[in-house]
């Protein structure tokens, strides 16, 4: 009833930038907080970013003044711009949404997308 689709990961460079887009689609009454979390090989997911439907924002320390979340309402999009990049930013990066379906808009349901890699070494 509800997608999530990422894209934007790859490849990169230590000190360079990417930009994660993460696109809603379907049946959406509303959506209220979005975020990004990212899981590493043997570790536990972890939350990277949230921002919520005014655009307030709260980020992880590790990617504080590096990471910044952004999201335009009319396209039901979040973002996630990457820059100064380093190794241990590599991980699946999931994109999160906190989502009233317009058959029940009763209560907010928790959406994942399908995970996009984002890979960082030289």
């Known amino acids: 009833q509800v997608q999530l689709v990422e894209s934007g990961g790859g490849l990169v460079q230590p000190g360079g930038s990417l930009r994660l887009s993460c696109a809603a689609s379907?049946?959406?009454?509303?959506?209220?907080?979005m975020g990004w979390y990212r899981q590493a090989p043997g570790k536990q997911r972890e939350l990277v970013a949230t921002i919520t439907y005014g655009g307030s924002t709260n980020y992880a320390d590790s990617v504080k003044g590096r990471f910044t979340i952004s999201r335009d309402n009319a396209k039901n999009t979040a973002y996630l711009q990457m820059n100064s990049l380093k190794p241990e930013d590599t991980a699946v990066y999931y994109c999160n949404a906190d989502i009233r379906t317009r058959t029940d808009w009763v209560r907010a349901r928790d959406y994942w997308g399908q995970g996009t890699q984002v890979t960082v070494s030289s």
């Open positions: 379907g049946s959406i009454f509303s959506i209220n907080a």
